[in-house]
């Protein structure tokens, strides 16, 4: 199963000049652990919640003072991020996923122009019916044994 086939489309995004506060208050609003940092539609990065909580060193509602938040994100961000193409399998996506303790991928065209996430939720949906015929084939085993 290819990337193209399971991703969601991005809902939200940051450029490099805003405020980790800004970023933050986004976050939280739209209920995000991440938000990937476009500049001219290009992906250049990726800032997560966990990024800026080391920052400010603490996680509060009270964090939102912090005067350290007024910096631009792009110092905080993630500059390289894991990012999968439309044509590459999911399997990479949970790979990425699962080493790097990410709770989604970007999905970049050949330009690196963002055009989807790939989140934890788009992999399981994909896996269950892949798991559903497993458990088919083995029910199906063990009736003919």
Wanted: charge should be negative; aromatic fraction near 4%; glycine fraction near 4%.
């Amino acid at each position: 199963m290819r990337i193209q086939n399971v991703m969601s489309e991005v809902t939200s995004t940051v450029a490099p000049g805003e405020s980790l506060r800004h970023a933050l208050l986004k976050m939280q609003f739209e209920e995000l652990d991440s938000l990937p940092v476009v500049f001219k539609g290009r992906l250049i990065g990726v800032l997560h919640r966990s990024d800026i909580v080391k920052v400010v060193g603490y996680e509060h509602p009270m964090m939102l003072e912090d005067e350290r938040l007024f910096e631009p994100l792009v110092e905080t961000m993630c500059p390289v991020p894991a990012v999968v193409c439309t044509q590459d399998p999911v399997s990479a996506a949970a790979m990425y996923m699962n080493v790097f303790e990410l709770s989604s991928v970007p999905v970049v065209d050949e330009a690196k122009q963002l055009v989807g996430l790939v989140t934890r939720g788009d992999v399981v949906t994909a896996a269950i019916p892949l798991l559903e015929e497993d458990e088919r084939i083995e029910e199906l085993t063990r009736m003919a044994a």
